[in-house]
């Protein structure tokens, strides 16, 4: 099984973080390989309990969309610029592929080859021209060495095919040269003495040695082959190296390119192989539309949620293989049968409490800690109508193992969290929003724990101003921030103006306004999206 990546919400809050790190500690200790995940930035409440249990902060995950690291594709299929054309067309026709990346010394992607660029090359290409190596001219027509000075072979291709004196009189031989010849000794010499740049006897014929010792004298290199003069001439060109009838500006994907976006760009393109690369252009190896029907779609658990919007982008094309939340049952749906667990308690850490003992896995201090925080940070201290029994009995459990004064704790971490200064307001409103659709109307509600209230109030006017800005940005016909005093109790309620009727309707209060205190009104969950589901359903 691949990696599975745990997480909770959008804006996550303390619950969330922790949940997706207990619980992945816990699958990994059954036999999983998982990671906890933030879908977004860690607050500092969050921070505080992160750094009070040594416990790293999950990294960041973007988005769930497939991507082309999750197809099948051919990893490390690419030849390197220097192979001759011969064995690149060898390495096509064996792995039964009609393209191939190239890459330099380093895997550095440079372009791609196909079936038809070789037999373009073959039939129409600059049959006068080697750009090649001994070693490859070699290997190209079942040559053997016989002398070598030089690896790189580059020079104009001559075929003696001249009677000697006509060959004398016509052809002026330099070091530029590459001559094929067969048994004709003057002509061996001739091109010695000419200082070419490789002489090739075909037919496996011999040299004479005053004709080898010149050879010596002058550097010339040598090859004999055992094909004759026209197996060679056809043969010799496709030892040229492959770099030499490459694409310019051929298309590549990175492997971090999303699934959609590949389908998209080749209906342009129209090709069957894609070099991947990664980010330093270095290449990983080909994807072929074939390819393409074997997907590994990422697999995720979800903590402390369970609608899309709240989820990572892309989460309709992950694999959800389990759920664990203590919230309303949303619409969610799943193409196969997956553990769900859903309990009415005050936080997704209780619910994961369980899950360690129902699996016998002793839970750690760290955990623990984690554990009680998320726990604590939900039920506000165990206040909120969302606290539940088994809450207090956890919390004990766990405050006791941890030798905790857990209330004591819990007021230093909501100082730690509930602190404005230095945030802009869009922070404030959004450090913990979440988006609602109910008979195709879309609402936010948001949350914050302070007790700061009076710089709110004192800035009022440009905190609606930045809530109707939200509103817009979300596509949400309503929004509303409970600014939450934990010390009260209860919470001040600020709101676009849309939005009042249904307030004012679903708390029962006609002089409803901004800034309007309601006592007792701690949970989101409970009691603020209940109230106005109940007008707008």
Same mark, same amino acid.
């Given at each position: ?7 909770? !919400?959008?804006? $996550? ?91 330099? +010394? ?22 006068? &021209?080697?750009?090649? *190596? ?5 290997? %190209? ?23 000697? =004196? ?19 000794? #003057? ?28 050879? =010596? ?5 040598? /090859? ?10 056809? &043969? ?10 490459? !694409? ?14 590949? @389908?998209?760009? %080749? ?7 894609? $070099? ?5 252009? =270095? ?15 990422? #697999? ?5 949620? #369970? ?15 389990? /759920?664990?939340? !203590? ?10 049968? @997956? ?24 839970? $750690? ?57 230095? =945030? %802009? ?9 979440? *988006? ?13 724990? %302070? ?13 609606? +101003? ?12 309503? *929004? ?46 409970? #009691? ?10």
């Amino acid at each position: 099984m691949s990696k599975v990546y745990i997480f909770g !919400h959008q804006r $996550p809050d303390t619950d969330a973080i922790t949940g997706a790190i207990t619980l992945s500690y816990l699958k990994n200790q059954l036999g999983m390989d998982t990671e906890p995940r933030a879908l977004g930035h860690v607050n500092d409440e969050t921070k505080f309990v992160l750094e009070q249990f040594k416990v790293k902060e999950p990294k960041y995950l973007n988005d769930v969309r497939l991507q082309l690291k999750d197809i099948k594709y051919h990893k490390g299929c690419f030849v390197n610029e220097k192979m001759p054309i011969k064995e690149v067309y060898e390495f096509l026709t064996n792995n039964n592929i009609t393209g191939v990346p190239v890459v330099g +010394e380093n895997k550095e992607f440079l372009g791609i080859v196909t079936l038809k660029d070789i037999a373009k090359e073959m039939f129409s290409g600059n049959f006068k &021209l080697l750009d090649s *190596t001994y070693d490859n001219i070699i290997n %190209t027509i079942s040559g053997k060495k016989v002398l070598k000075f030089e690896d790189e072979i580059n020079g104009n291709l001559i075929v003696a095919s001249y009677k000697s =004196k006509t060959f004398f009189d016509n052809i002026a031989l330099t070091n530029k040269d590459i001559l094929l010849v067969g048994d004709r000794h #003057q002509i061996h010499k001739y091109a010695i003495e000419s200082k070419v740049k490789l002489l090739i006897v075909t037919g496996n014929l011999e040299i004479d040695k005053e004709n080898l010792e010149l050879a =010596k004298k002058n550097k010339v290199n040598i /090859i004999r082959t055992s094909l004759d003069t026209f197996e060679t001439a056809k &043969l010799i060109n496709l030892s040229n190296e492959i770099r030499t009838i490459l !694409h310019e500006n051929s298309i590549s994907f990175k492997e971090t390119d999303f699934y959609d976006d590949f @389908i998209e760009e %080749t209906k342009k393109l129209k090709h069957n192989n894609y $070099p991947v690369v990664d980010s330093k252009n =270095k290449c990983l190896g080909l994807i072929r539309i074939t390819d393409i029907v074997e997907k590994n779609n990422k #697999q995720v658990i979800l903590v402390d949620h #369970q609608e899309f919007e709240q989820s990572a982008p892309g989460i309709e094309e992950a694999e959800i293989i389990e /759920i664990v939340d !203590h919230h309303k049952i949303s619409s969610v749906s799943t193409k196969l049968p @997956i553990n769900f667990r859903n309990m009415a308690v005050g936080s997704s850490n209780t619910i994961i409490h369980e899950l360690y003992k129902e699996n016998g896995v002793k839970i $750690p201090n760290d955990m623990a800690g984690l554990m009680i925080s998320g726990i604590l940070s939900d039920t506000l201290i165990l206040q909120s109508p969302t606290t539940t029994d088994l809450d207090r009995k956890v919390v004990e459990e766990l405050a006791k193992q941890l030798k905790l004064d857990y209330k004591k704790y819990a007021i230093e971490m909501f100082k730690a969290g509930t602190s404005l200064k230095g =945030k %802009t307001k869009e922070e404030i409103i959004t450090s913990d929003l979440k *988006t609602f659709t109910s008979n195709d109307i879309k609402f936010a509600v948001g949350q914050i724990f %302070t007790l700061d209230i009076d710089s709110i109030k004192d800035d009022i006017v440009s905190y609606l +101003e930045e809530l109707q800005k939200v509103n817009d940005s979300l596509g949400c016909k309503y *929004t509303m921030l409970a600014i939450t005093d934990v010390v009260r109790n209860g919470s001040y309620v600020i709101y676009t103006d849309a939005f009042k009727e249904v307030l004012s309707s679903g708390f029962n209060n006609e002089a409803f306004e901004q800034m309007t205190y309601i006592d007792g009104l701690v949970s989101r969950k409970k #009691q603020i999206v209940p109230a106005i589901l109940s007008v707008i359903e």
